[in-house]
Antibody, heavy 120, light 107 residues
Framework: QVTLRESGPALVKPTQTLTLTCTFSGFSLSTSGMCVSWIRQPPGKALEWLALIDWDDDKYYSTSLKTRLTISKDTSKNQVVLTMTNMDPVDTATYYC????????????WGQGTLVTVSS | SYELTQPPSVSVSPGQTARITCSGDALPKQYAYWYQQKPGQAPVLVIYKDSERPSGIPERFSGSSSGTTVTLTISGVQAEDEADYYCQSADSSGTYIFGGGTKLTVL
């Protein structure tokens, strides 16, 4: 059974760095083709893709946010970590992690999401 | 920058067919995916690789592609299909993108 769960602070102050952890089970990020991604959704707005890391430790970032994002993995712990620097109130959103089993298969499993509010 | 364009809303009566479109210049070269999201829930993949249906997704959900437009079709719409629907694709550099979402209302 594949599960993903996001964890991190519910509230961060402007200019702070956000660190989110995706803890997963039911698959291994060392399996060829496997990827984990972060996606966010501001309240009442659309989904926005942020970053992806694959089984080979290749990393991909949103063009508009790449200077603020870092994605990493700890295969032994089954975790993927996203850091986002210089947080702003416009970054208030539900942050999801999601899995891609293989290229062309889409985000087939998602975590429930974690709401992060940026406010002083 | 690459964009995917969806209509903000689509309305349909129960039992009718709903069609939700998604347009983007890279769609002739990249697969499209569709997600259903109900209030307070995480998105669910309903179509992958333009027209493939994951296991567990009802047969009334189908996808098609023509040029720069992909279409999600829901045949015999049911009340439980009322949700937001998002298309998603990627570009050649390995970055991903979502459309703006379409709210499907079942009248």
């Amino acid at each position: 059974q594949v599960t993903l769960r996001e964890s991190g602070p519910a509230l961060v102050k402007p200019t702070q760095t956000l660190t989110l952890t995706c803890t997963f089970s039911g698959f291994s990020l060392s399996t060829s083709g496997m990827c984990v991604s972060w996606i966010r959704q501001p309240p009442g707005k659309a989904l926005e893709w942020l970053a992806l890391i694959d089984w080979d430790d290749d990393k991909y970032y949103s063009t508009s946010l790449k200077t603020r994002l870092t994605i990493s993995k700890d295969t032994s712990k089954n975790q993927v970590v996203l850091t986002m620097t210089n947080m702003d109130p416009v970054d208030t959103a539900t942050y999801y992690c999601a899995r891609i089993e293989s290229v062309d298969y889409g985000f087939d499993y998602w975590g429930q999401g974690t709401l992060v509010t940026v406010s002083s | 920058s690459y964009e995917l364009t969806q209509p903000p809303s689509v309305s349909v009566s129960p039992g009718q067919t709903a069609r939700i479109t998604c347009s983007g210049d890279a769609l002739p070269k990249q697969y499209a995916y569709w997600y259903q999201q109900k209030p307070g829930q995480a998105p669910v993949l309903v179509i992958y690789k333009d027209s493939e249906r994951p296991s567990g997704i009802p047969e009334r959900f189908s996808g098609s592609s023509s040029g720069t437009t992909v279409t999600l079709t829901i045949s015999g719409v049911q009340a439980e299909d009322e949700a937001d629907y998002y298309c998603q694709s990627a570009d050649s550099s390995g970055t991903y993108i979502f459309g703006g979402g379409t709210k499907l209302t079942v009248l």
